[in-house]
């Protein structure tokens, strides 16, 4: 009896739990339960009542929406119907039979309504009762008619009478003109036009749009250039230039004025269209949701969901679109700030849509992906832990580089009707009679084989935006995921062309030894083919090799060879004692000059290379040791990805840690002008447990940027000190890769050995490159130079000015904004007043100490004055305030905690 309480209570309730009481107290509960049972029975035959009612409304008001023609195919149906006793058993032939014929090709029907009159007319088998929901009704239509053809070829192309292209035809008479950079929109429209359920989109009858809305804009603009495509026709240049100038004015291109012009991202500018003509409904679900430590701070908005139109992956560190999906869906553990206890957000795909785009960011060549040509959604990341639908492969867009708003060309490649694949290129050959517009061509290719520009892998395995659409195939048997013949192939190929790139026959046999080596300790085919494609010497590439596998993904490697040493082993001690301290991006920094220098005979070269080695299996070895493993992962809207790492000792402070990332991670991903960079950037924070000469230093590869600092800046820095810290490294050190042009790199290259002598509010200073001042750096003596006026150095002074201010404007009003401010006004100053000697002030004399502290403390409020004055406009910058006595004052506290920690350092040694 308890138990059944209990189940009646969680099916009805405590209300009928109550009544069960009253209406069984003359038994021992039986009539009470069988009065429940029997009200259930009587009020589940008055909803059925009532749904019936419902559902015979919905299927006339469906019914009527459909065009005349495609009402009259369906009484064909039912007439066809009720000449056989057994409905259900032909129904499926009968779909199949109208699906062959070309009547339901020229229908240009609502597929969601067609699937609802075919419930309501018994052509399908019907549930219990319809679906409420379209979509639920969609996937019921496509599981019975996929079966038999194609549901592609039921589905709509525009306009009712107009038939579905099968085929795309090859040749230069099919395809988008070129003008002006347009290849990315000619890539979408091909992409759009080769899925049917995209094309359905734009045609105002199928999807109705508000008159004034931006989806009806783009509807009129897009669906006569699709109509055109689906005939096999060519999209005139002015037409797409009319496209440009239609997506430039409703906010979906890149740059301002100048965008029509200029070349775009893709995916984003997919994603802009589909959010505005795609209803919610048609899009991916994904439900984030928060599991807090302590259950009493649980609350009901801890749960939110989102529409994805295009679900944005990374590439960067994974082999195989499922490994992308797992670390987009997976956990993120979360402690302190505004939350009442530790908690994790997880994020879950609740909905699955008719058709699946997936953007893919890389950071380079290298991040080759295994994207299959069919897959199923992984139970892994379902809301109800149950396998999702099947997908399969429809179209692809690929571009020949990977810097995604400047250079570059765009392709296309589809699905081509004859079970092969074609690819549609818009820059075919130039036109003769119009300067600055190319015709198209579109070809068939082996998709296996088929690579873009100077890729090293096939072109699937490159792209930048994915199409699935749900496969036909959608039973248990059917295989969760289909490889493209050329996946097996894919690592092993792309590296014996890595290994014989570029290189002398006689270092062929070298590479391979050090790649079987690297690969057999646990490094991945994409990483290796990476490091091969950086790698200018044997030696270098050895060093690089290490260093990749000090990253926490290999701290699991077992089987350890003779042949790693460890650093009690290296007998060049002098060495050793002179680059233990440095980071391993510092070493990998000194890995890089060595070969130069072995090259050119000096002796010490080979030895130090040796000890660099030495100590990168040091820190590898640490990692592991250590339990070196991330703190902290999040990434923006924007895609900006922000992962801090650290070691138990810093986990010590869990306090002061949790406070300090909430700040930092804030400050760093709501920074616009950090989120503005595109690709959008990895930046990995490493919290070393050591004291360094260097407090901070920075490593970069494109978009992935990797800044060392000692831990104890967690607990004896505020998170504006680490904030203007974090300024200088990524605004100095690490964006000019994504933000100078080769030709300001160029001229800043050419002036890095000047002397340039100018004013800074009134003072004069000097700044050049001294052999006697052993830590004086390029990048520092180039800001300097820029405040004194030098314009080769300017791109990378407004750099550093614009990171700074972003992060400002990132910072809550308070403290910690004039920390920040005031850190930037310290390193100016100390770059102009020492001329970047790091060890003026610390080794100086008490009484040059505070001569020095004075001069640094005036320059830098001028500093802040000149700030001021240049962005007076910016109501963040003019709302703060710096004197030369508040800087004097925190310049010392500075270099209190400096000599604290250094001394701490030094008793524990």
Known sequence: MAAQRRQLTRAFGPHAVAQLGKEGKEGSGQGGEQALVSRESEERALVAQQNAVQNQQLLEQAFSQLPKRAQQYLVWLQSQLSAQEDSGSDAGALVAQGGRSPVLQVL???????ATVLVGLKVMPATEALPRTLTGVRQLFFSLASAKYSPSASLPLLESGEPVPLDIAHGEQ????????????????????????????????????????????????????????????????????RLLNVLQRLGLLHGGEAAVAAQQDASQVMMGILQRVQPRREQLLTAHGVEYDNPDAQNQDSVRVESEAVLQLTAVGHRTLEQALAAYFGGERRAGGDVASPHTTRTRA???????SIGMLRQGAGDHIDMPEAFRI?????????????????????????????????????????????????????????????????????????AVGDHPAPAYALATLYTYVLDGDQGADAPDRVSFPGAMRLGEDAIARSIFESTNPKDVGERERLTRKFLAKGGTEWEAIDILRRASSNTLLAALFELTLMDERRKGTKGKRKDDAQPKDVTKSKYYDAFRSMSPADLLNMAKSLPDKIERGWDAGAEQLEVVNALLRQYQDALRGEDYGPLFTKQNKAGTRLEIHGTRNITKAAAKLDGWMDGVSRALLRSTFIASRKPPLVIRILLRPTVTSDIASTYSVGNRITINLDDYQVTDFTVGQSIGLLAHEIGVHSLDSSTLSAKELQDEAKDKDSKQTGQHQGEAFTIAADPKLKKQQDDHLTIGRGI??????????NMYESTLISLLEALPEGRDRWEAAAAYCIDIARILVNNDDPTEMMASNPVSKLWGARKISVTA??????????????KVVTSIEISASQIFSALFTLLKVLNKVKEEASKKR
């Not at 979408?188 to 989109?201: F, G, K, Q």
């Not at 609740?350 to 699946?356: E, K, Q």
């Not at 409020?861 to 910016?874: C, L, Q, T, V």
């Open 108 to 114: 240009g029907m609502d597929p969601s309504l067609f």
């Open 174 to 241: 099919r395809g988008v003109e070129h003008v002006q950079n347009s290849c990315y929109a000619a890539s979408i429209l091909n992409l759009v036009a080769a899925v049917p359920a995209y094309r359905r989109l734009f045609d105002v009858r199928l999807n109705p749009t508000r008159p004034d809305s931006d989806a009806r804009v783009l509807q009129r603009t897009i669906a006569p250039l699709l109509r055109t495509l689906g005939g096999n026709g060519t999209v005139a240049a002015a037409d797409v230039t």
């Open 350 to 356: 609740v909905s699955f849509p008719p058709v699946l």
């Open 378 to 450: 992984p139970a892994t990341i379902t809301g109800n832990g149950q396998p999702g639908p099947r997908y399969r492969l429809q179209a692809f867009v690929v571009r020949n580089t990977f810097s995604h708003h400047n250079g570059g060309h765009y392709v296309a490649v589809m699905r081509d009707g004859q079970g092969g694949w074609a690819e549609s290129d818009d820059m075919g050959k130039g036109k003769d009679g119009e300067p600055g517009v190319m015709s198209p061509r579109t070809r068939g290719i082996d998709v296996n084989t088929h």
């Open 788 to 797: 004194l006026g030098q314009l080769s150095a300017l791109p990378r002074l």
């Open 861 to 874: 409020a001028n500093e802040w004055a000149r700030m001021r004055a240049k962005h007076a406009g910016n």
